[in-house]
């Protein structure tokens, strides 16, 4: 594979190296997790893909895609593609090391609503996400139709959540 293949850079995401082991193993687990939980294929793959290729085409798939994981007692976004850069205005190592919290308006009743969806998704396994939330400019985006769905190793381990974010159903606000 030409180096051109397996890094990415562009202003206001930054640069993203697709043989990242973290990147290909967090890729390849948003992709299965997300067939085991809606029997659909996330990317359409119509040959066998490296992991390299599996991750830059993850990446830079026109949904918005992000998942977190629990650290420290918070859950902080480990992964971010493309579209959802541009959605939440920031880039990828700004989203990569922000808390999920810090996503929705800091009041008390906008973060019960979110705790209250992440657990609802924990307990189904997926959860339909219609909520809006903080970019990294203060604007609002407003999501509808995104799909919340649980990330599990091949073990059964829990991973985190990662959401699918359509950008044709979101809309900005101030």
Same mark, same amino acid.
């Given at each position: 594979?030409?180096? #051109?293949?397996?890094?990415?850079?562009?202003?206001?995401?930054?640069?993203?190296?697709?043989?990242?082991?973290?990147?290909? #193993?967090?890729?390849?687990?948003?992709?299965?997790?997300?067939?085991? !939980?809606?029997?659909? @294929?996330?990317?359409?793959?119509?040959?066998?893909? &490296?992991?390299?290729?599996?991750?830059? +085409?993850?990446?830079?798939?026109?949904?918005?895609?992000?998942? $977190?994981?629990?650290?420290?007692? =918070? *859950?902080?976004? @480990?992964?971010? *593609?493309?579209?959802?850069? $541009?959605?939440?205005?920031? !880039?990828?190592?700004? +989203?990569?090391?922000?808390?999920? &919290?810090?996503?929705?308006?800091?009041?008390?009743?906008? +973060?019960? =609503?979110?705790?209250?969806?992440?657990?609802?998704?924990?307990?189904?396994?997926?959860?339909?996400?219609?909520?809006?939330?903080? !970019?990294?400019?203060?604007?609002?985006?407003?999501?509808? =139709?995104?799909?919340?769905? @649980?990330?599990?190793?091949?073990?059964?381990?829990?991973?985190?959540?990662?959401?699918?974010?359509?950008?044709? #159903?979101?809309?900005?606000?101030?």
């Amino acid at each position: 594979m030409k180096k #051109k293949m397996k890094i990415f850079e562009e202003e206001n995401i930054g640069r993203l190296d697709f043989e990242d082991k973290f990147i290909q #193993k967090q890729s390849k687990l948003i992709i299965d997790c997300y067939k085991l !939980t809606f029997g659909k @294929n996330l990317i359409e793959v119509n040959e066998p893909l &490296s992991a390299c290729q599996l991750a830059r +085409q993850l990446f830079l798939c026109p949904l918005g895609i992000l998942s $977190h994981n629990i650290v420290n007692g =918070d *859950n902080i976004y @480990n992964y971010a *593609n493309r579209a959802a850069l $541009h959605i939440f205005e920031r !880039t990828y190592k700004q +989203q990569t090391n922000l808390p999920s &919290s810090k996503s929705a308006v800091s009041s008390a009743v906008p +973060q019960l =609503d979110r705790n209250n969806l992440l657990a609802q998704c924990l307990f189904e396994g997926s959860a339909d996400v219609n909520v809006s939330r903080l !970019t990294g400019n203060g604007r609002t985006v407003h999501i509808k =139709d995104g799909e919340l769905f @649980n990330l599990a190793d091949e073990r059964g381990v829990y991973r985190g959540q990662a959401i699918c974010i359509d950008p044709e #159903k979101i809309s900005y606000g101030e």
